[in-house]
């Protein structure tokens, strides 16, 4: 099945700074979720972006699906945007979601 | 629509006891998904259903496991014998066809 590496694995930031968090993946893929998990464990959909790039507020994110990446911005973070990250695409060949590992990320005041 | 739902958030049972778990989708949704994740892991596939049909699953889902989608509606998982290995979340998701899924709050179960 298709294999998904984010990094970096953790990450701590101060409230206001930027980060970028990337996801490889190792197949073609024909979509792709970003999701956070908050401290609950609610898996929180942020974007589907099957290719190019999406805005949402604070949030963006870039697919380039030729080059099997996708790219996950967060500016001017903020303590409410701790937890986890993870994007998924679907496995190879299957409509399932394969998971990453995900990058924790810790925003301090 | 308040998303998908799962019912108990929380289960803890005794070693060999079986447990059920239930998940309401998106009421339009036609798609299913059951995943585990444990500690520290992202979320692992368990099975998918189209409608009431069981399409897919995991090498993970044992013959102690089994899923059910009567009449392409809420689904439930059940687990026989429970081991403690099987302490997990356990979380449900449902897509419309090929467009995104939505996840519910999990079942978190620990088995003692």
Redesign the interface.
């Known amino acids: 099945g298709i294999q ?1 590496e984010q990094s970096p694995p953790d990450l701590i930031l101060q409230e206001g700074a930027n980060s970028t968090l990337r996801c490889n993946f190792s197949d073609s893929v ?2 792709l ?1 970003w ?1 956070h998990q908050n401290p ?4 929180i ?1 942020l974007f ?1 972006i099957p290719s190019g790039t999406k805005q949402n507020g604070r949030l963006s994110a870039t697919t380039v699906a030729t080059e099997r990446y996708s790219l996950l911005y967060i500016s001017s973070s903020q303590t409410t945007d701790s937890g986890v990250y ?1 994007c ?1 695409p679907p ?1 190879t060949g ?9 990058t924790r990320l810790q925003v301090q005041p | 629509d308040t998303g998908v739902s799962q019912d108990p958030r929380h289960k803890i049972t005794k070693r060999g006891q079986n447990v059920t778990f239930r998940c309401d989708p998106i009421s339009e949704h036609n798609r299913l998904y059951w995943y585990r994740q444990t500690l520290g892991q992202g979320p692992e596939f368990l099975t998918y259903f189209q409608n009431e049909a069981q399409l897919e699953k995991s090498r993970l889902l044992s013959d102690r496991f089994s899923a059910e989608r009567p009449k392409g509606s809420f689904s439930t998982l059940e687990i026989q014998r429970t081991e403690q290995g099987d302490s997990a979340m356990y979380l449900c998701a449902s897509s419309e066809g090929r467009k995104p899924a939505f996840f519910g709050q999990g079942t978190r179960l620990t088995v003692v």
């Open positions: 998904v024909n979509n979720q999701f609950w464990g609610q898996l959909n589907y993870f998924a496995d299957r409509r399932a979601l394969t998971f990453g590992s995900g």
